[in-house]
């Protein structure tokens, strides 16, 4: 499959919604027709986010399709899924949610060079309403911009 190179699936409302702070690379433990799925890029993260369950992290709701060829086999379209990080990783992470008003959110999801599925996380603090407000704003005004450059 020439496709797995191409796998970039992202959170396109986390950037929206929450200011990253600090983002990790980590692995994914999957089943079998679960990583068929992903090659194909029939996997989403919405609403997906991460826990610290016993000093391993977790990631919650993230939605793989069935894959269509698997049998009995086949895999739960959003069961939880453990994060492969080390421990120093893990404890940072920990020590900066311990703050309020601060998560861990999947932001990306890709096929790394090896052909193995990897998740970038992010350390994440919530955007309020105005910073959103504006966001929206720059994103139009450089939508403006861009077709003002072209005619």
Request: glycine content about 6%; hydrophobic content about 40%; aromatic content about 10%.
């Amino acid at each position: 499959m020439q496709a797995d190179k191409n796998i970039n699936i992202k959170n396109k409302r986390a950037t929206f919604d929450y200011e990253l702070i600090e983002t990790f690379v980590a692995g994914i433990v999957l089943t079998g027709t679960e990583i068929k799925s992903i090659r194909l890029g029939k996997a989403g993260l919405t609403d997906t986010y991460c826990v610290i369950h016993h000093n391993e992290l977790w990631l919650k709701n993230m939605y793989i399709s069935e894959y269509f060829y698997g049998s009995y086999n086949n895999h739960e379209a959003r069961r939880d899924r453990k994060l492969l990080l080390n421990r120093k990783e893990i404890n940072k992470i920990s020590r900066l949610t311990k703050d309020v008003g601060f998560t861990i959110v999947p932001t990306r999801v890709f096929i790394n060079e090896k052909g193995l599925a990897k998740i970038v996380v992010a350390v994440a603090k919530g955007k309020k309403a105005y910073d959103k407000r504006e966001a929206i704003k720059e994103r139009d005004d450089k939508r403006a911009m861009g077709r003002a450059f072209l005619k």
